[in-house]
């Protein structure tokens, strides 16, 4: 069980930034990692980033690196993805997943995902 | 990086069909190799992990076998329900986490 939503979507200029945020229920935030994932429209998804359960560590992907950053507040149950500079690119759904390994350290699985949230990058 | 090829891109099937879809890995990742199905406009759902261990839930003629490089997903006999779009991603390395390029799988 358990379960993901998404908020935070829209449209925004090239250059810009916009936050996502994730809320769990269902299960035990704080003892698994979550992930941000992104699909661009037509295409295959693309892993971009993970957090570890207790947020002190965090991972990329290459062409996020720099621009994007991954946070949870597990008071709130919730993960944030914090999106600067960016690109026509990046346009795509975003989904949030959880982790599949309790205190998970590099990632695993993805068991649970949200339903997605529209991010678009255009002048 | 791990980069993972699925085959075929697409297929074409009739529902009672065995279907088969091949997934390789740059280099061995053992068996943490996981799928996915996607449908149009949905989140993907996780089918198998850990290259053959079924997701709770799934139905049971989804099987998953391979190790090293080499991985499968099998469909015993197609269903209306799983034609769909379906990805392998690799666990083994990360940072990054990778996706095949996926495989849809069509009504004949």
Request: glycine letters at 12%.
């Amino acid at each position: 069980q358990g379960l993901l939503v998404e908020s935070g979507g829209g449209v925004v200029q090239p250059g810009g930034s916009l936050t996502l945020s994730c809320t769990a229920s269902g299960f035990t935030f704080s003892t698994y990692g979550m992930h941000w994932v992104r699909q661009a429209p037509g295409k295959g998804l693309e892993w971009v980033a993970f957090i570890r359960y207790l947020g002190g560590n965090k991972f990329y992907g290459n062409s996020v690196k720099g621009r994007f950053t991954i946070s949870r507040d597990n008071s709130k149950n919730t993960v944030y993805l914090q999106m600067n500079s960016l690109r026509a690119e990046d346009t795509a759904v975003y989904y949030c997943a959880k982790d599949n390994m309790v205190q998970g350290v590099i990632g695993d699985a993805f068991d649970i995902w949200g339903q997605g949230t529209v991010v678009t990058v255009s002048s | 990086d791990i980069q993972m090829t699925q085959s075929p891109s697409s297929l074409s099937a009739s529902v009672g069909d065995r279907v088969t879809i091949t997934c390789r890995a740059s280099q061995s990742i053992s068996t943490y190799l996981n799928w996915y199905q996607q449908k149009p406009g949905k989140a993907p759902k996780l089918l198998i992990y850990a290259a053959s261990s079924l997701q709770s839930g799934v139905p049971s003629r989804f099987t998953g076998s391979g190790s090293g490089t080499d991985f499968t997903l099998t469909i015993s006999s197609l269903q209306p329900e799983d034609f769909a779009t379906y990805y392998c991603q690799q666990s083994f390395s990360s940072p990054p986490l990778t996706f095949g390029g996926g495989t849809k799988v069509e009504i004949k």
